[in-house]
């Protein structure tokens, strides 16, 4: 059964840090470029970064650049979103996806999905 088990969201400070682990089983993430999008409440999805299966920069949208680093390691078919200086608009839910498709900045062409991680940021 293919599965992306994602974890590690929470409740915190403007300021702090959280660290989002995605997990994956039943198939190998070494083929597919991976990535963390969000949703918050009345918007629409977005990506927030991307780690391309053939390695090299990763991705970041504007609003995360500098803040947050994505990471994958293929032997323990994991992704990773560490995320700091966490801001109130960064609140929502966290999904990672699978792609295999070029096209990998739009949600539409991600095969697999996580259930998602509640990522809120408030004082």
């Known amino acids: 059964e293919v599965q992306l088990q994602a974890s590690g969201g929470g409740l915190v400070q403007p300021g702090e840090s959280l660290k989002l682990s995605c997990r994956a089983s039943?198939?190998?993430?070494?083929?597919?470029?991976m990535a963390w999008f969000r949703q918050a409440h009345g918007r629409e999805r977005e990506l927030v970064g991307a780690?391309?299966?053939?390695?090299?920069?990763?991705y970041y949208a504007d609003p995360v650049k500098g803040r947050f680093t994505i990471s994958r390691d293929n032997a323990k078919n994991s992704l990773y979103l560490q995320m700091n200086g966490l801001k109130p608009e960064d609140t929502a839910v966290y999904s990672c996806g699978a792609s295999q498709n070029v096209m990998w900045r739009e949600a539409v062409w991600y095969k697999y999905w996580g259930q998602g991680t509640q990522v809120t940021v408030s004082s």
């Open positions: 039943g198939f190998s993430i070494r083929n597919y470029h």
């Open positions: 780690a391309r299966r053939s390695g090299g920069e990763p």
